[in-house]
């Protein structure tokens, strides 16, 4: 039983928009989520984190939303740039839990 | 920063041969490590908890016997397939948390692609 889902396996934008990478889990009892991005052949990068009790965190054109009542969160990258292509991985319970992976393609 | 090294980065082997995985903290003492397999586009799914000084912790399926996990300094923790067979070709992940980067926030290692003939 998957406890962190990410949906969608792709997803492409052009250059300059904006990238929603959405994560929605079942565990009530996760309190902190994160985001690794991952280019191929190389492990994981953290990028972004939220701890349950925020509902945004910001971090340059990175932005994470945490709706708990939903049990859903989402990355956004605005404007997007073709170096943020690469696979996004949402997290919970300090990294012990992975989603299946989004893969990111911002095109020129 | 926290950097974690792990290797070899490819290894192919013969079906029956064991391989040895090494991951090491460069920077920071590491208590405990995390072992790691993605297969093809699919999650990160945690193998282990690698524990210094004591028996690593398995997750559910995970034979022990067949991945060893070996902590014998703060920072060294070493994966060992033995008797491969060509279901154990994947993608093997280990990370560990540094202090630098949070309790949360695992740094992980380059990955170590391994093929079974």
């Known amino acids: 039983d998957q406890q962190v889902k990410q949906n969608s396996p792709s997803l492409s934008v052009q250059e300059g928009r904006i990238s929603i990478l959405n994560c929605d889990y079942t565990?009530?009892?996760?309190?902190?989520f994160l985001w690794y991005k991952k280019y191929p052949a190389e492990g994981p990068t953290f990028l972004i984190s939220?701890?349950?009790?925020?509902d945004k965190n910001e971090d340059g054109r990175f932005t994470v939303f945490l709706n708990k009542s939903a049990k859903h969160l989402s990355l956004h990258i605005v404007p997007s740039q073709p170096g943020d292509s690469a696979v996004y991985f949402c997290?919970?319970?300090?990294?012990?839990?992975f989603g299946a992976g989004t893969i990111l393609r911002v095109k020129s | 920063g926290a950097v974690v090294s792990q290797h070899p980065s490819r290894v192919i082997c013969k079906s029956g041969t064991s391989v040895k995985i090494e991951c090491r903290s460069l920077d920071f003492q590491a208590t405990t490590m995390f072992w790691y397999r993605q297969f093809p586009k699919q999650s990160l799914m945690l193998m282990a908890t690698s524990n210094e000084g004591s028996k690593a912790t398995y997750e559910q399926g995970v034979e022990k016997d067949k991945f060893l996990i070996n902590h014998a300094s703060l920072t060294l923790s070493t994966l060992t397939v033995t008797s491969a067979h060509p279901e154990d070709s994947s993608f093997y992940i280990c990370?560990?948390?540094?202090?630098?980067?949070?309790?949360?926030?695992?740094?992980f290692g380059a990955g170590s692609r391994l093929t079974v003939l």
């Open positions: 939220i701890s349950s009790i925020k």
């Open positions: 990370s560990a948390r540094s202090q630098a980067s949070g309790a949360n926030v695992l740094t």
């Open positions: 997290a919970a319970s300090s990294s012990l839990v």
């Open positions: 565990n009530s009892m996760f309190d902190y």
